[in-house]
């Protein structure tokens, strides 16, 4: 990809504990201009765990709360705050608009509709999660890696895996895997591979272990069939 930071977007969903702290850090490095998408406000549970807040912000809605912020402190980077749910009918442009996108959301609904726009828009994508005491990254970069269908297929049924506000998280453990999400993204936009990509990346903040699972292309995974074939069209 190459090229100035200045010249580069990226779209980061969610700007709570992981997505604020990768927002941070594409503003400190000078990317152009981000877009942050969060349909929610601020409360008391989120201080321990999102950095753009503080207890003034209490109440406000976090889009515009971390936009403002972030053009505090970073006064070049231009924010595009969009208090909304990422959504089907939004998500194509939103991706299309981006050089790269984050995923910092906290349902499965959410990272399985960035991972399809991602794909479809031939976008690369980074994932990453916490729960508890552990933390995954994910690089999806379209066409050459597989994807979050390729190792789960569909989002598990609703109900079956806590959130965090139900599990809770380590706070300090969401801001480091947060800041690794934004270096992951730097990467791609300086036109490297990056260091998930193809692989999923699980860190466990007790033991200190790290566990790799390699993410292939599934065959008959319906989205990466459809990168595929739109690429074997266009040759």
Do not use: W
Not at 69 to 87: E, L, N, Q
Not at 186 to 207: M, T
Request: proline share 5%; hydrophobic share 45%; net charge positive.
């Amino acid at each position: 990809m190459g090229g100035s930071l200045s010249d580069r977007s990226a779209l980061v969903i969610g700007v709570g504990g992981l997505g604020g702290p990768a927002a941070l850090a594409l503003a400190a490095a000078g990317v152009g201009r981000l877009t942050i998408v969060d349909e929610d406000a601020v409360e008391t549970s989120n201080l321990n765990r999102q950095p753009l807040f503080g207890e003034a912000d209490l109440g406000r809605r976090k889009a515009e709360a971390a936009a403002s912020r972030i053009s505090r402190i970073h006064p070049g980077v231009k924010v595009d705050a969009r208090d909304a749910r990422f959504a089907p009918d939004t998500a194509p442009a939103l991706v299309r608009a981006a050089d790269v996108v984050v995923d910092a959301s906290d349902n499965f609904a959410t990272r399985f509709l960035a991972n399809d726009s991602a794909l479809a828009a031939r976008r690369p994508l980074v994932h990453g999660g916490v729960l508890r005491y552990s933390a995954q990254f994910l690089t999806v970069v379209p066409g050459k890696t597989g994807c979050l269908r390729c190792l789960f297929e569909a989002p598990p049924a609703e109900g079956t895996v806590p959130t965090c506000a139900q599990a809770g998280v380590v706070g300090a453990l969401a801001g480091f895997a947060g800041a690794l999400m934004g270096a992951e993204a730097l990467r791609l936009l300086a036109g490297e591979r990056g260091a998930y990509a193809g692989r999923l990346v699980a860190f466990d903040c007790r033991s200190g272990r790290t566990r790799l699972v390699p993410v292939r292309v599934r065959a008959g995974c319906p989205v990466c069939s459809a990168v595929a074939g739109a690429t074997q069209e266009g040759a």
